[in-house]
């Protein structure tokens, strides 16, 4: 590792090079210079104590789908998925932009460990980075410092990654892959996913490509544990696309009714899971994280009360907008503050544009957060019972649905649909497919992708059931049908019952659907139309879908897995 970090000082000559040991002492001494050339500025001591807000550049507030690449040696090993460029190309060009890129700058080596220290399931990485507010989200986002570097030596392998702000120029950013090589270099962004590379860049990217040929998954999924009235757990993992709602779901408090009977969920990840069969056969899951980086906007005491409580101290809130009295605000914040400077630091002018950017975030710990599940530190991971996969879709597809078994839930996952968010830069609103919510995130080639999740199906392992939700579908009139939010536990306790054999379900060509009657809906309110479409199966509607998923995975070629395309004309056929 000294080798590697004496290279990179060399062609980034900073002034001076610092080794993150984690400790509360680097911390201040970070957060100290950063209040001082206005990196962080610190919100109100009394409503938030320890908290503080940054302001990105304008043009530096997502992660930048069109500038990232992975850099296999075979182009077709990165996929259609991915943008591809040749690995020595791909160095070259960025490490032009590194040449230097720290003079006067201090840079900082941050030995990190996804996962519990002590799990056989985490995997470690350094990331050197000349900005100290990456320092401190990968502080509170991984495990961070003198136990991470312990593990790094005794390991001897680790995932490098190299990070500079540089000028934060849009024509001069990339953020580039080299799985073979388990290296990351991203270049001129200081955003989240494309900086904090414990995150997206090792944990899934390039850790998914590990996991294909170590047996493993690598998920845009978070973990949750559902307790029911008899005290039995069982634990969920659901894959949602960017800013569709694992955040929420993960933190989920029962609604009213279900709360008096004793349900409980608990929060072990809201992002990314990487689990594997375990001796019985079954699927073992761990949150790679220690920490959340959160969409703020719309998140209330009302929709996400365990989020709004995680966040009363030591959080960084990023892009938000600020109120007279400098407490942090975004839309839907709903607690009867306004904001008086929106998040470029602008006098707020609702006119103009919102106080909170769309995908303005917060970053704060996991164990603030008062569901988070002791399971979380459990180094084996928990066994998981089912796999939610769900997409943002105004129409078509209804509320919730089963795959009839393995096969059918890969293609159920490979078929994703979803409406682009804020997350990513380009247009909001568009339907894209977004496979397993992986399409931003897979280090390797789709079609290999899905043949690797077939493969788990191997007669031995037990794996869990697979389903798909929509809390997203929309009506006539263009409101949400579905109440969503706390109210998802109805379908969860509907999947866990489908689980253990005792809920109903109608057969339909798309998979079982709860029947009138199956799923407890008791105080929802629900008209004719939203009962309907949430629980309806459109014949013709799904016939053009599913056209449409056919001639997507046409895309990828003859290395698109047979077993998946049987699978889908099986559908196509049971569709006429
Ligand atoms: P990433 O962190 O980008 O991966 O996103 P995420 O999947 O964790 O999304 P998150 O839970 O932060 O939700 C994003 C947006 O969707 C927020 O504005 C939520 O308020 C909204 N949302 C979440 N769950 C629901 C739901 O059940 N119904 C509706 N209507 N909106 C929801
Ligand atoms: C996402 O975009 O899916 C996120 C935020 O979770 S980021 O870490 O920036 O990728
Ligand atoms: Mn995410």
């Not at 993150?20 to 100290?32: H, P, T, Y």
């Amino acid at each position: 590792m000294n080798a590697w970090v004496a290279e990179v000082a060399a062609l980034t000559r900073p002034d001076r090079v610092h080794w993150c040991d984690g400790s509360d002492a680097e911390n201040a001494e970070l957060v100290r210079r950063m209040e001082a050339d206005g990196t962080l500025i610190r919100l109100n001591e009394q409503t938030h104590p320890n908290s503080f807000l940054h302001r990105s550049d304008p043009d530096d507030v997502a992660r930048v789908e069109h500038l990232t690449f992975v850099c296999t040696p075979e182009r077709d090993d990165a996929g259609p998925n991915n943008h591809w460029m040749a690995p020595a190309e791909a160095h070259a060009k960025i490490d032009a932009l590194f040449d230097g890129c720290m003079e006067g700058r201090t840079m900082y080596v941050i030995p990190y460990c996804m996962g519990p220290i002590d799990s056989p399931l985490s995997r470690c990485g350094v990331e050197i980075t000349d900005s100290p507010y990456v320092v401190a989200n990968m502080r509170i986002m991984t495990r961070m410092g003198a136990p991470a570097l312990a593990r790094i030596e005794k390991e001897g392998s680790f995932v490098k990654g190299l990070h500079s702000t540089g000028e934060l120029d849009p024509n001069r950013r990339f953020i580039m892959h080299f799985p073979a090589e388990l290296t990351i270099k991203s270049y001129g962004s200081g955003y989240g996913g494309n900086a904090l590379l414990g995150k997206k860049c090792h944990a899934l990217r390039i850790a998914s490509y590990q996991a294909r040929s170590e047996g493993w998954l690598a998920e845009h999924m978070l973990i949750l544990g559902i307790t029911n009235p008899q005290g039995e757990t069982h634990h969920i993992a659901a894959a949602f696309p960017s800013a569709c709602g694992k955040t929420n779901l993960a933190m989920l408090i029962p609604p009213e009714g279900y709360l008096k009977d004793g349900w409980k969920i608990t929060t072990v990840g809201d992002d990314i899971c990487w689990m594997r069969p375990g001796k019985d056969g079954r699927l073992y899951a761990i949150n790679p994280e220690a920490g959340f980086f959160g969409v703020a906007p719309g998140t209330s005491k009302k929709s996400n009360p365990n989020a709004l409580a995680c966040l009363q101290r030591d959080a960084i809130f990023t892009n938000v907008g600020v109120t007279a009295d400098n407490q942090p605000w975004w839309e839907g914040i709903g607690n009867g503050l306004t904001p008086v400077t929106d998040w470029r630091g602008e006098p707020y002018d609702a006119d103009k544009r919102p106080a909170a950017h769309p995908n303005s975030r917060f970053t704060v710990s996991a164990r603030s957060c008062p569901s988070y599940s002791p399971e979380a530190e459990n180094p084996e991971g928990v066994p998981i019972s089912a796999i939610v996969f769900g997409g943002r879709r105004a129409s078509l597809v209804p509320l919730v649905f089963e795959a009839r078994d393995w096969t059918h839930g890969v293609l159920v996952g490979a078929a994703m649909g979803s409406e682009t968010t804020a997350a990513a830069t380009g247009a909001v609103g568009v339907m894209r497919r977004d496979p397993m919510a992986m399409k931003p995130f897979c280090g390797y080639n789709f079609a290999d992708y899905f043949s690797h999740w077939l493969s788990f199906d191997n007669g031995s392992n037990k794996l869990p059931k697979i389903f798909h939700v929509n809390w997203f579908r929309k009506g006539d009139d263009g409101t949400f049908l579905w109440p969503g939010f706390g109210d998802n536990l109805r379908v969860l306790e509907w999947m866990i019952g489908r689980v253990k054999g005792e809920a109903g379900a109608v057969e339909t060509p798309i998979g079982n659907l709860p029947a009138a009657g199956d799923l407890n809906l008791d105080g929802v309110e629900l008209g004719e139309e939203a009962r309907a479409k949430l629980f309806g199966f459109e014949r013709d509607g799904w016939k053009a879908e599913f056209d449409s998923i056919g001639e997507y995975l046409d895309t990828y070629g003859p290395r698109m897995p047979q077993a998946l395309k049987d699978e889908q004309r099986r559908v196509v056929e049971s569709l006429d």
